[in-house]
Protein backbone atom coordinates (compact mmCIF):
# COMPACT_ATOMS: atom_id res chain seq x y z
CA UNK A 1 0.00 0.00 0.00
CA UNK A 2 1.67 3.59 -0.75
CA UNK A 3 2.14 5.89 2.10
CA UNK A 4 -0.26 9.09 2.20
CA UNK A 5 1.68 11.87 4.10
CA UNK A 6 -1.05 14.60 6.01
CA UNK A 7 -0.64 17.40 8.07
CA UNK A 8 -1.74 17.21 12.36
CA UNK A 9 -5.16 19.36 11.19
CA UNK A 10 -5.99 16.10 9.18
CA UNK A 11 -4.43 13.82 11.33
CA UNK A 12 -6.86 15.41 14.37
CA UNK A 13 -10.13 15.27 11.74
CA UNK A 14 -9.46 11.76 11.57
CA UNK A 15 -9.44 11.30 14.74
CA UNK A 16 -13.07 13.00 15.39
CA UNK A 17 -14.74 10.90 12.50
CA UNK A 18 -13.36 7.78 13.29
CA UNK A 19 -15.14 5.21 15.63
CA UNK A 20 -13.25 4.36 18.76
CA UNK A 21 -11.38 0.48 18.32
CA UNK A 22 -12.82 0.22 14.80
CA UNK A 23 -11.33 2.62 12.81
CA UNK A 24 -8.16 3.05 10.66
CA UNK A 25 -7.55 5.90 9.02
CA UNK A 26 -8.67 4.52 5.47
CA UNK A 27 -11.55 3.03 6.82
CA UNK A 28 -12.87 6.75 8.03
CA UNK A 29 -11.50 7.85 4.33
CA UNK A 30 -13.54 5.16 2.50
CA UNK A 31 -16.60 5.72 4.83
CA UNK A 32 -16.32 9.66 4.24
CA UNK A 33 -15.87 9.15 0.19
CA UNK A 34 -18.70 6.61 -0.04
CA UNK A 35 -16.35 3.97 -1.16
CA UNK A 36 -17.76 0.22 0.01
CA UNK A 37 -14.51 -2.23 1.21
CA UNK A 38 -14.81 -5.37 -0.35
CA UNK A 39 -14.89 -7.67 2.57
CA UNK A 40 -12.06 -9.48 2.17
CA UNK A 41 -9.85 -6.07 2.29
CA UNK A 42 -11.98 -4.71 5.35
CA UNK A 43 -11.00 -8.26 7.31
CA UNK A 44 -7.21 -7.79 6.13
CA UNK A 45 -7.79 -4.12 7.55
CA UNK A 46 -9.25 -5.29 10.87
CA UNK A 47 -5.87 -6.81 11.20
CA UNK A 48 -3.84 -4.30 11.16
CA UNK A 49 -3.74 -2.38 14.59
CA UNK A 50 -1.13 0.20 14.22
CA UNK A 51 -0.83 2.52 11.61
CA UNK A 52 1.56 4.56 11.00
CA UNK A 53 0.67 8.16 9.41
CA UNK A 54 3.96 10.17 8.58
CA UNK A 55 4.53 10.95 12.46
CA UNK A 56 8.26 11.14 12.46
CA UNK A 57 11.04 8.89 13.66
CA UNK A 58 9.30 8.27 17.38
CA UNK A 59 6.27 6.32 18.05
CA UNK A 60 2.75 8.10 19.77
CA UNK A 61 1.53 6.98 23.05
CA UNK A 62 -1.78 4.95 21.21
CA UNK A 63 -5.39 7.14 22.57
CA UNK A 64 -6.45 3.79 24.22
CA UNK A 65 -3.74 4.23 26.91
CA UNK A 66 -4.92 6.97 28.34
CA UNK A 67 -8.27 5.10 29.58
CA UNK A 68 -7.24 3.30 32.41
CA UNK A 69 -5.20 6.48 33.94
CA UNK A 70 -7.63 8.39 33.58
CA UNK A 71 -9.94 6.13 35.11
CA UNK A 72 -7.25 5.57 37.99
CA UNK A 73 -6.75 9.81 38.97
CA UNK A 74 -10.48 9.92 38.97
CA UNK A 75 -11.42 7.43 41.08
CA UNK A 76 -8.53 8.42 43.70
CA UNK A 77 -10.57 11.80 43.16
CA UNK A 78 -14.07 10.54 44.19
CA UNK A 79 -15.27 10.31 41.23
CA UNK A 80 -14.06 13.67 39.70
CA UNK A 81 -11.62 16.60 38.99
CA UNK A 82 -10.67 19.31 36.96
CA UNK A 83 -9.17 18.36 33.72
CA UNK A 84 -5.93 20.22 34.49
CA UNK A 85 -5.82 17.75 37.74
CA UNK A 86 -6.45 14.83 36.10
CA UNK A 87 -3.72 15.64 33.29
CA UNK A 88 -0.95 16.41 36.04
CA UNK A 89 -1.72 13.27 37.49
CA UNK A 90 -2.14 11.53 34.40
CA UNK A 91 1.41 12.87 33.16
CA UNK A 92 2.65 11.68 35.91
CA UNK A 93 1.37 8.02 36.00
CA UNK A 94 2.74 7.66 32.47
CA UNK A 95 5.82 9.38 32.89
CA UNK A 96 7.64 6.25 31.65
CA UNK A 97 5.62 5.88 28.56
CA UNK A 98 5.29 8.98 27.18
CA UNK A 99 7.53 9.73 24.42
CA UNK A 100 9.40 12.63 23.07
CA UNK A 101 6.58 12.60 19.97
CA UNK A 102 4.01 13.14 22.39
CA UNK A 103 5.20 15.79 24.21
CA UNK A 104 6.07 17.65 21.34
CA UNK A 105 3.42 20.34 20.61
CA UNK A 106 0.76 20.74 17.96
CA UNK A 107 0.61 23.54 15.34
CA UNK A 108 -2.62 24.50 17.89
CA UNK A 109 -0.60 25.22 20.79
CA UNK A 110 -1.84 22.55 22.57
CA UNK A 111 0.75 19.14 23.85
CA UNK A 112 0.10 16.25 21.98
CA UNK A 113 -0.29 13.55 24.75
CA UNK A 114 -2.96 15.84 25.95
CA UNK A 115 -5.21 15.95 22.80
CA UNK A 116 -4.70 12.30 22.84
CA UNK A 117 -6.00 11.60 26.89
CA UNK A 118 -8.69 13.98 25.92
CA UNK A 119 -9.91 12.76 22.77
CA UNK A 120 -10.19 9.25 25.06
CA UNK A 121 -12.02 11.42 27.80
CA UNK A 122 -14.18 11.87 24.91
CA UNK A 123 -14.63 7.85 23.42
CA UNK A 124 -15.31 7.29 27.56
CA UNK A 125 -18.10 10.06 27.35
CA UNK A 126 -19.40 8.13 24.35
CA UNK A 127 -19.21 4.29 25.95
CA UNK A 128 -20.62 6.27 29.07
CA UNK A 129 -17.60 6.23 31.29
CA UNK A 130 -18.09 9.87 32.04
CA UNK A 131 -20.62 12.32 32.52
CA UNK A 132 -21.78 14.35 29.28
CA UNK A 133 -20.37 18.09 29.66
CA UNK A 134 -23.89 19.19 30.07
CA UNK A 135 -23.66 17.52 33.47
CA UNK A 136 -20.72 19.02 34.91
CA UNK A 137 -19.26 22.32 34.92
CA UNK A 138 -16.94 23.29 32.08
CA UNK A 139 -13.40 21.50 32.49
CA UNK A 140 -14.46 18.53 35.21
CA UNK A 141 -14.35 15.22 34.28
CA UNK A 142 -16.64 12.99 36.50
CA UNK A 143 -17.38 9.16 36.15
CA UNK A 144 -20.95 7.25 36.00
CA UNK A 145 -21.54 4.54 37.93
CA UNK A 146 -20.45 2.88 34.98
CA UNK A 147 -17.18 4.58 34.67
CA UNK A 148 -16.96 3.63 38.68
CA UNK A 149 -17.55 -0.15 37.88
CA UNK A 150 -14.64 0.24 35.08
CA UNK A 151 -12.08 1.91 36.94
CA UNK A 152 -12.57 -0.77 39.98
CA UNK A 153 -12.56 -3.50 37.15
CA UNK A 154 -9.46 -1.66 35.90
CA UNK A 155 -7.39 -1.71 39.34
CA UNK A 156 -7.89 -5.40 39.90
Known amino acids: MPTVRIDDEVYEWLQR ?12 LRRVAGLDSPPE ?9 QV ?10 PQHAYR ?6 LSSLGGKG ?6 KEVERLMADQLTAYDKSDLSSGSIRWQKSAEWEVRAMREKGYLKPVSETHSGVWALTPK ?7 STT
Open 17 to 28: MARPFEDTPNTV
Open 41 to 49: KEAKMTEVR
Open 52 to 61: RVAKGTEDKT
Open 68 to 73: KPILTV
Open 82 to 87: SRMQVL
Open 147 to 153: GNAEAEA
